[in-house]
């Protein structure tokens, strides 16, 4: 009994481990700071992006296609967290307002995320068509 205990601690533990590391991943992404291209390209303002720009970011990075180098940029785990904060705002509403504010929080940074992930996205295109042209 008390090793299954230890067991489901120690695997409780890790989860937490793991879900922080990826959260920190991505929210370190979020804060780096976003070129003009991103606001040229979407028309949104750098400081006016908002937890209702998410899927349109997330639909135009998509559009766009991923570079060969970038791998995984957590671009689905972070979709699916995102849904859930829509429904956990949707669910808690007024009855709970700080768990509401909580959320509306965490998805104004998968929003910031997705205008990051958009904006490497435009970068890379922007440097590879540059490298393309001859001199």
């Known amino acids: 009994m008390i090793a299954a205990l230890i067991c489901v601690m120690s695997l409780a533990a890790l989860i937490q481990f793991a879900v922080s590391q990826w959260r920190s991943i991505w929210v370190t992404i979020a804060a ?31 559009q766009m ?32 307002p700080s768990v509401s504010n909580w959320a509306n929080r965490e998805l104004k940074e998968c929003a910031k995320f997705a205008a990051a992930i958009l904006d490497r996205r435009l970068s890379a295109n922007f440097v590879y068509s540059s490298e393309g042209q001859p001199s």
């Open 32 to 62: 780096q700071p976003l070129s003009n291209a991103l606001e040229a390209a979407t028309g949104i303002a750098n400081e006016a992006i908002g937890a209702d720009h998410f899927e349109m970011l997330i639909r135009t990075s998509r």
């Open 65 to 96: 296609g991923p570079s060969p180098q970038e791998g995984n940029l957590w671009l689905k785990e972070v979709s699916v967290y995102y849904r859930a904060l829509r429904t956990c705002v949707k669910l808690s509403g007024t009855k709970l």
